[in-house]
């Protein structure tokens, strides 16, 4: 089992900043890719962004790209997705997830975190 812990959501204006983390305990020497998706009530899962554990060639969303980074920390087992830019369209629930397979797929991710607001003022 792996568990997910997210934390550093919260609400900022439109161009601001957020910082989310991710912090992942239990076997993760099991999982392949660590994942950043995001849901609001009117869309599916979408995905955001993903890296290897202990690569550093990760994939965005067209949506994120040039505004989000993920990056991790293997010494503290922690994932990050510093966020600029943020516009009222990025207001979602975010989650992290941990899997198996390199994919832009919610289904291809395992264990999932409890997810954390985010909310972006026009």
């Known amino acids: 089992q792996v568990q997910l812990v997210e934390s550093g959501g919260g609400s900022v204006e439109t161009g601001g900043s957020l910082r989310l983390s991710c912090q992942a305990s239990?076997?993760?020497?099991?999982?392949?890719?660590m994942a950043w998706f995001r849901q609001t009530p009117e869309k599916e899962r979408e995905f955001v962004a993903f890296?290897?554990?202990?690569?550093?060639?990760?994939l965005y969303a067209d949506s994120v790209k040039g505004r989000f980074t993920i990056s991790q920390d293997n010494a503290k087992n922690t994932v990050y997705l510093q966020m600029n830019g943020l516009t009222p369209e990025d207001t979602a629930v975010y989650y992290c997830?941990?899997?198996?397979?390199?994919?832009?797929?919610?289904?291809?991710?395992?264990?999932w975190g409890q997810g954390t607001q985010v909310t972006v003022a026009s």
């Open positions: 997830a941990s899997g198996n397979q390199l994919s832009r797929a919610p289904d291809a991710f395992t264990y």
């Open positions: 890296i290897p554990w202990g690569e550093n060639n990760a």
């Open positions: 239990g076997r993760t020497w099991r999982s392949t890719a």
